[in-house]
Structures are given as structure tokens and as C-alpha cells.
């Protein structure tokens, strides 16, 4: 009970919490390996889980936490910390009737407390790609992509060309890769994998349109409730001159 209540369980102390205190306690999370077999006796390293038939992951079957954190993978193209998913909750509020100040057992409409908040973590990466309705696409980028030589770098190579200026990516690995995949015509496994490639939602993530050099004055009508720049609590420190 005494854990359940630590001050790192909560913000503000979630906020500045490091892997090596969060992991302290939830080792688990990245010693967990998956099973060798299925109970129904399938092996796995007789059969391919989806994220193994993309170019980018190489290696064996691996857990969903590790995938995000130790995999060749995540070191190269992601920098992401216990926290940035994980931000703190209340334990009172994980089930209705749980607490006097929580929401009684009649409540049928009560839902049940996540561990995140999936529509401002998971959904950054994990959502759809809007390519009609946002970059005017004849289709969906699975069925046109030929027509743009498999390679998003042929149109985003002057558009939008300041992304992913966050804390939690590795912005220079993630363009030298497209940049690579160009020859083998696999770069779009590199920006469509996190941009509808490995959708787990019908919905879009809404990215900031953080200014680039050349963009117009314009703001067209998708992009008026669009922020203006990335989370605070991402945001990379300028380099000082």
C-alpha cells in the first residue's frame, strides 16, 4: 500500500521521475520475454508476428515494453522514458466505488481508469494516416504509394520539413533511415510504420504544426485547432550560440 501511494505515482514528482526509479519496483517490465511456444504448441520462432514482416524490426518475437525501450529497433529511432506514457494516477479512481469521492457502483457509464491516456501517447504513433483528407492523396498510402516511388521524402522533403523535434525521438536517425531506404525503396516502412502503417486506432493524432522554413501564411482549414507548437514537456532545448 505504501508503494501504491509513493510520491512518484503522482505529479508533479512522475514528471522528473528516471527509468532506474520507475524500474526499481517494475523491473518485470523489461525481464519478461514471450513465451516460446503458444500453449497450443506453435513456436515462435516458427511464425512471424506482424511488427517482424516490416524492414525495420529485425530479431525475435519480443514484448510490447521492450519493443518501446531495448529492441535495435526503439535505441535508434525512439527516445522514450517511463514517463513519457506513463504520467501518474490515482489509485482511488482506478474502479467506481472504489472511494468515497469516487463514482458509485450504479454509475454504468463510469470507465475504468487506464495506466495512460492513450489519445496523447499511444495515438502519436498509432493512429491513422489522413492522406486524403489533410495531404490530398488520390487514396490511401498503401494503395498509392507507388505512384510516389514508395518514398514520402519525395513530396515532405521541402513540406514540413522540421519534425520530430521532440525529446522522445531521435530526429536525425529517423531522416538518415528515410534517407537510406530511398536506394531500397523501403523508406516509407520508416515514416508510414508510426504515421497509419501501425495503426491501433480509427483516428488521426493531431501533430502541431511547428513552422518550417518556406511555410505559407495560410492555415488551411484542417489545421485552425492545430497547436501551434509540440508539448511543452517535449520540447528540446535550443542549443545556445
Known amino acids: 500500500m505504501r508503494a501504491t501511494y509513493s510520491p512518484l505515482h503522482f505529479?508533479?514528482?512522475?514528471?522528473?521521475?528516471?527509468?532506474?526509479?520507475?524500474?526499481a519496483c517494475h523491473k518485470e517490465v523489461l525481464e519478461d520475454k514471450p513465451r516460446v511456444a503458444s500453449p497450443a504448441g506453435v513456436k515462435a520462432a516458427d511464425s512471424l508476428a506482424w511488427y517482424q514482416r516490416?524492414?525495420?524490426?529485425?530479431?525475435?518475437?519480443?514484448?510490447?515494453?521492450?519493443?518501446?525501450?531495448?529492441t535495435p529497433l526503439a535505441k535508434k529511432l525512439m527516445n522514450l522514458?517511463?514517463?513519457?506514457?506513463h504520467q501518474g494516477h490515482d489509485p482511488r479512481e482506478e474502479a467506481p466505488g472504489s472511494s468515497a469521492t469516487a463514482a458509485p457502483q450504479s454509475d454504468n457509464?463510469?470507465?475504468?481508469r487506464k495506466q495512460v491516456n492513450p489519445e496523447t501517447t499511444c495515438l502519436k504513433c498509432h493512429g491513422q494516416m489522413p492522406a486524403k483528407e489533410i495531404m490530398g492523396l488520390p487514396g490511401p498510402w498503401h494503395e498509392v504509394k507507388e505512384m510516389f516511388q514508395n518514398d514520402c521524402l519525395t513530396c515532405h522533403a521541402a513540406i514540413r520539413t522540421k519534425r520530430h523535434q521532440v525529446t522522445y525521438l531521435n530526429a536525425e536517425a529517423i531522416e538518415a533511415m528515410a534517407v537510406a531506404?530511398?536506394?531500397?525503396k523501403t523508406a516509407d516502412d520508416v515514416?508510414?510504420?508510426?504515421?497509419?502503417?501501425?495503426?491501433?486506432?480509427?483516428?488521426?493524432?493531431?501533430?502541431?504544426?511547428n513552422a518550417w522554413p518556406g511555410m505559407g501564411d495560410i492555415t488551411p482549414e484542417w489545421a485552425l485547432q492545430r497547436p501551434q507548437h509540440s508539448e511543452s514537456r517535449f520540447l528540446k532545448a535550443e542549443p545556445k550560440p
Open 81 to 85: 522514458k517511463c514517463n513519457t506514457c
Open 54 to 70: 516490416t524492414s525495420t524490426y529485425s530479431g525475435d518475437q519480443d514484448t510490447f515494453h521492450r519493443r518501446h525501450l531495448t
Open 109 to 112: 457509464a463510469f470507465t475504468l
Open 181 to 184: 531506404g530511398k536506394e531500397s
Open 191 to 209: 515514416c508510414y510504420g508510426c504515421h497509419g502503417g501501425r495503426s491501433w486506432y480509427r483516428i488521426a493524432y493531431p501533430y502541431a504544426r
Open 11 to 23: 505529479k508533479p514528482a512522475i514528471e522528473s521521475a528516471s527509468d532506474a526509479q520507475c524500474l
